[in-house]
């Protein structure tokens, strides 16, 4: 599907997504994570275009941001249900869904974070509710995957260097037969 689908634009950015998706795992595996970690990173924006049919069961209510076109509303919460109906890990799950909520937890813990953010992530950022604050803050730092939630989120962010050269989609398939087969 990451062949098939990701040939599109990366939303507001200058490559596909599936180039950010193979970039996002590639940098997860230079920084020696975990396999699960490596395939969140690949898969963590499979929310944004899987076709609309396929996430009907999963998300009812599926809209795009209409000002500025910058994503799916709720495409982390999409991929993680969607990954998780096909057999994958609560963690890759839980990565999955928590990339959007990563990049608001750092704008509130590191003030400078906001300024390394595209212009197309600070226009999502909006959207997705801006950074956290109070109880959602306390909750989301207590999280035993909070770490590798953050991790992921700084690999999405750097995963957007027009004609950087990276494995294919093909070199994580063992990896996913792997995992899903337990």
């Known amino acids: 599907m990451l062949d098939t689908k990701g040939q599109g634009d990366y939303i507001g950015e200058q490559?596909?997504?599936l180039a950010h998706s193979l970039q996002a795992a590639h940098l997860a595996t230079t920084n020696n994570a975990d396999d699960e970690t490596v395939l969140a990173a690949l898969l963590h924006d499979i929310g944004q275009f899987l076709p609309a049919l396929e996430?009907?069961?999963i998300a009812r209510e599926?809209?795009?941001m209409?000002?500025?076109?910058?994503g799916r509303i709720g495409h982390e919460r999409i991929g993680e249900e969607y990954l998780l109906k096909l057999g994958f890990s609560q963690k890759i799950g839980s990565l999955v869904g928590s990339h959007?909520?990563?990049k608001r937890y750092l704008c509130?813990?590191?003030?400078?974070y906001h300024s390394t953010l595209s212009e197309a992530s600070k226009k999502?950022?909006?959207f997705q509710g801006g950074p956290m604050h109070g109880e959602e803050l306390e909750q989301w730092a207590a999280n035993p995957w909070c770490p590798d939630m953050v991790r992921l989120r700084k690999w999405d962010d750097?995963?957007?260097v027009v004609g950087l050269e990276v494995a294919p989609a093909e070199a994580y398939l063992e990896m996913m037969e792997t995992h899903l087969s337990r």
């Open 108 to 112: 509130a813990v590191d003030p400078a």
């Open 55 to 57: 996430i009907q069961s």
């Open 124 to 126: 999502s950022l909006i």
């Open 100 to 102: 959007v909520a990563a």
């Open 15 to 17: 490559i596909s997504q």
């Open 158 to 160: 750097g995963a957007k």
């Open 66 to 70: 209409s000002t500025g076109g910058v």
């Open 62 to 64: 599926v809209r795009s």
